[in-house]
């Protein structure tokens, strides 16, 4: 465990506590399993399980495994999306990209009327807002992305050419899904090129601290709170933030906003990441998944932290936002 700076251990003495004991109740659970639809996923040792979180001023606490490293997966996609939505505008993005919760696994083909995916959080809406990214090649998307998701880290990040290798071999399903998004004009670019994109971008190496300072970065309207650099602007981290709160759980979206009341974003590398609006960021890495592709270990500790937290966003104990005050300076 550390807490950055020193300084903060007082003031987060209680948080301490709960992060420590949910930790050491949830780091022998053995319920789940690898993923092993990509090959390198299944190298991972089922005994990780690292938690962080970092506050809008910097402050960081982390048990555990903290500092291993995985792949981002599907965490990359409120950000990318994000990416998208900055550099098109709202408008032009929901003609290409739905904000509706599917229903279905992350990789299913259905559309939303036929026309467009539901939302960005899942493989049809991720691969669209991956040809988003500005550049005209796959190596200027990706560079673009690797620039974005380091941001957000407050660090520099790099690739897994493992576990990219490994995507690119098995990815038959992503492909179907980006040449079915090509028959419906829903992708204008070369598909290859777009799919390289999106499976490098999803092989980028992270750990559960990177994920707290990313969920940090949206907690804190977009801003990086270690480096004071922007990151994302404020109408689009409400717009990533909203859609992460319907959509961002895979199939089970619908039951995390009930139990937990976060937005987040959880991959089937076992990291998760979730955002306590103008609070902090969380992030846990723990490879073993349910049926649905989310951390066993990672889901448990997000909602025993947010219910001895009262950190659900309709929980009346919840103090939320204090942006009206600090901007009226009452």
Known sequence: MSAEPNSSANRYEGVIQSLHQLHEKYKDCREGALATYIPELSHADPNWFGIALADVNGHVLEFGDSQIEFTIQSVSKP???????DALGRDEVLRLIGVEPSGDAFNSIEMQKGERPYNAMINPGAIVATSLIPGKTASEKVEHALHTLSE????QLRIDENTYRSESETGHRNRAIGYFLRNLNLLDQNVDEVLEAYFRQCSVLVTARDLAMMGATLANMG????TGRPVLGLETVRDVLSVMFT????DFAGEWAFRVGMPAKSGVSGGLTAVVNRQFGIGTFSPLLDPMGNSVRGVRFCRDLAEAHGLHAFNFTNVGS???????GL
């Open 223 to 226: 801003t990086n709170p270690l």
């Open 322 to 328: 204090r942006f009206i005050e600090a901007t009226l």
């Open 152 to 155: 957000a880290a407050g660090r």
């Open 79 to 85: 950000f990318i999306y994000g990416v998208a939505l």
């Open 247 to 250: 959509c961002g759980m895979y």
